[in-house]
């Protein structure tokens, strides 16, 4: 499962960032990089951009940009 | 130079993520000492101020709000080569202060690693401490510092708590060095993931050891907020509210100051005019240089207003929602989700909306934006629709209830958009080819904005117009004015050719002669230009004479209204609801005696007005904004061909349907 399916509400830990280009780099310089707990907030109106919380901080991406973060297949012990 | 024999000036650097209070550090340690430049060649904006260390000073580079310093943007270029010394006339920095958000630590340390591996001394300056604490956080700063081996000072810049510390801080570090703290796995290329990894796993350990939270519930109120604002059906709603408000205000808030600055400049003008003795000095005084510098201030009111505006939404953090709600409409044609604001800005005055252009980041993005922004309809293309509209469409219906002038109008403005998204489109697949810009954006905590800090950058950007673009229209309009004054009509030729150029109407029956400035106007190297390029605007049906208002109208788009007015001879005061100037193009003739002005001869020279630059102020900030005068040109000329073939199909195409 990618950040890109992950349901509104739900959180899940990052198990890979895939690809190495700009957006993968960006990516993980945001912190997203492997280990860390991230939440699905919300689409915006038109179902793209994403926004979630990673590190205690919003961001939004767009929805092809989440595809490359992989999550873990359960959510995270709370 | 050493100002005693202990401290010589020093060079600090401010660096942080954007939203981390960078600016509102900066403005509270500099005050109004500061200046704003660019980086030499490039569009980033550089700021710097002076920083009184008690016994000495500093020069502090504020350097623009960064994620990362992998040199990946413009940006992160730029402050790299200012942090190892590499910038013209900027020493390399005795000390970074790094800014740091202490509500969002761990991403604002990422930054604050990437400075410890240059080996210049780090001090970091903990901002939002306040908000922090409030949370019923507690940090340790003490710690904080242990863990990451570089002093932390906390700072409030509001209430200004720990300037004198930041500042002793500072003064202690210089000369000392920094270790990296972490295993950089052995070199490599900087690509290498493994450095962000290895940089993220230690800042997760100092933060762990040196915050605590006691209270476990999750502070959402930014998500709250959001749950409307960024709402599917509110959202929208809001931000529609929201942009009509800003749009209105530069529309007709700004009119007020804006009549008052063009009278006040119409009064110097005249108050010159009666100082000084009549001839060649006084008409450039007047006519060139106080018309130029009032045509440059008369857009300050809406400037000031539309970045009033501008830094509100921005320092509120909603100007982020706003790109986050519109990024999926804008993205179709290749656009960011920031280049809705300038664009819709672009509708009262395209010089304000392609300075808001700033906020986009990429530069493909960002000049592809400016290349488009022009046209939208702006308040200067009214006084030319209501003059055509009301000498050849008024009080006409369709369906005998919609009036033909309101569709038209629409029209009009529905034409300019259409364009614009084409050549964005277009634009984005060809010259400034680019993938789809990432949209990896932070949507910052909702925060009350800094009075001083929006004043100030309110200010900054109007002097930076007034300073740039200023000197460019201040030259174009002399030229403009050099070109309608010169050559000199003797008085004699003025008496003696008249009737050609006299109109057959009534209302003017009563003057035998022509008005000595309509006589002048033709046989001026504007005139003469005008006779140049008549074989060329023929076939949009255009005679000489509206040539010559082309010519002049470059100045500003409204300048066609007064340059008609003073070639059809009813004197340069009327303005566009002017029965008289009205009258006066219904009936003009050319020189073989042929009407010159149809119905379709109005609406092809509403659609060149939609579509050409026809603004040198435009022209101004674009040559600023985008610093090339290859770019600049090459939108002067893409309009202008385009503004020909559009008119062109619309005068040709109307004659072929049988309209006259």
Not at chain 2, 49 to 73: C, F, H, K, N, R
Not at chain 2, 74 to 93: C, S, Y
Not at chain 2, 123 to 135: H, N, P, Q, Y
Not at chain 2, 438 to 452: G, V
Request: hydrophobic share 45%; net charge neutral; glycine share 8%.
């Amino acid at each position: 499962m990618t950040l890109a399916d992950l349901p509104k509400g739900e959180s899940r830990t990052v198990l890979s960032v895939l690809g190495e280009n700009v957006v993968t780099r960006r990516l993980m310089e945001m912190g997203l990089v492997p280990g860390v707990a991230v939440r699905m907030i919300k689409s915006a109106p038109f179902g793209d951009p994403l926004e979630i919380n990673v590190r205690g901080y919003s961001l939004a991406l767009r929805r092809n940009e989440a595809e490359s973060v992989v999550l873990e297949k359960v959510a995270p012990n709370e | 130079m050493s100002q005693n024999g202990t401290t010589s000036h020093l060079t600090i650097a401010l660096a942080g993520n954007p939203n981390a209070g960078k600016t509102t550090l900066f403005n509270s340690l500099t005050g109004l000492n500061q200046k704003v430049a660019n980086y030499p060649g490039v569009t980033v904006e550089r700021k710097e101020g002076v920083w009184s260390l008690g016994e000495s000073s500093a020069t502090l580079i504020d350097l623009p709000g960064l994620y990362s310093l992998d040199a990946t943007s413009l940006d992160e270029q730029i402050a790299r080569d200012v942090i190892t010394g590499k910038i013209e006339n900027i020493p390399k920095p005795d000390v970074i202060v790094s800014v740091v958000d202490a509500t969002n630590l761990e991403r604002n340390l990422y930054l604050a690693t990437q400075l410890f591996e240059y080996g210049t001394p780090v001090v970091i300056a903990l901002t939002m401490i306040d908000v922090f604490e409030k949370r019923k956080h507690e940090i340790d700063i003490g710690k904080l510092s242990a863990n990451l081996g570089v002093p932390v000072v906390a700072v409030n810049a509001k209430a200004e708590r720990g300037r004198i510390e930041l500042a002793e801080t500072v003064l202690e570090t210089v000369g000392t060095s920094v270790k990296i703290p972490y295993q950089l796995n052995g070199g490599g290329p900087d690509r290498d993931n493994g450095k962000i990894f290895a940089r993220y796993n230690f800042i997760s350990s100092a933060v762990q050891e040196s915050v605590r939270h006691n209270d476990t519930r999750e502070h959402r109120i930014s998500e709250k907020i959001d749950s409307v604002l960024t709402h599917k059906v509110f959202g929208l709603a809001i931000l529609i509210l929201i942009l009509l408000t800003v749009f209105q205000a530069i529309f007709s808030w700004a009119t007020l100051p804006m009549d008052l600055l063009e009278q006040g400049f119409g009064a110097l003008g005249g108050g010159v005019r009666n100082f000084l003795p009549e001839g060649i000095l006084a008409d450039l005084i007047v006519d060139g240089i106080i018309a130029g510098v009032g045509g440059v201030l008369v857009f300050l009111p809406q400037i000031l207003l539309l970045f009033l505006f501008i830094s509100v939404l921005e320092d509120t953090g909603y100007l982020a929602r706003a790109a986050f709600l519109l990024d999926k409409l804008m993205s179709r044609v290749g656009l960011h989700g920031k280049a809705f604001l300038p664009l819709m800005s672009s509708f009262a005055c395209a010089i304000p909306g392609i300075m808001a252009t700033r906020t986009i980041e990429n530069r493909r993005d960002r000049f592809a934006t400016i290349l488009i922004a022009p046209f939208m309809s702006c308040s200067a293309r009214l006084p030319v629709y209501t003059l055509m509209i009301g000498a050849f469409f008024a009080g006409q219906t369709v369906f005998g209830f919609i009036s033909l002038g309101a569709i038209l109008m629409l029209a009009m403005y529905a034409l300019g958009i259409t364009v614009a998204l084409i050549v964005a489109f277009i634009l984005k697949r060809t010259i400034l080819k680019a993938p789809p810009p990432p949209f990896i954006m932070e949507l910052p905590p909702y925060r009350m904005p800094s009075l001083r800090t929006v004043f100030q950058n309110m200010l900054t950007r109007a002097w930076l117009f007034v300073k740039r673009a200023g000197t460019v229209i201040l030259a174009i309009s002399i030229i403009l004015w050099a070109l309608m004054y010169f050559p000199r009509s003797s008085p004699q030729a003025v008496v003696s050719s008249q009737p050609e150029a006299v109109l057959n109407n009534d209302q003017r029956s009563t003057i035998d002669e022509p008005l000595p400035e309509g006589e002048q106007l033709r046989k001026s190297f504007a005139g003469r230009l005008g006779h140049l390029i008549e074989p060329v605007i023929r076939p949009l049906g255009f005679d000489w004479k509206i040539g010559v208002a082309l010519i002049a109208s470059f100045a500003a788009r409204e300048v066609l209204v007064s340059t008609l007015s003073i070639i059809y001879n009813v004197g340069k005061d009327e303005n566009e609801e002017s029965e008289t100037l009205i009258s006066a193009i219904r009936n003009a003739k050319d020189d073989n005696g042929r009407i010159v002005w149809t119905p379709l001869t109005a609406l092809t020279l509403m659609v060149f007005f939609v579509l050409a630059i026809q603004c040198m102020s435009t022209v101004a900030i674009v040559r600023r904004e985008t610093n090339s005068w290859t770019w600049t040109l090459f939108m002067v000329g893409y309009m202008t061909a385009l503004a020909y073939f559009a008119s062109f199909v619309t005068y040709q195409g109307g004659k072929m349907l049988g309209f006259e």
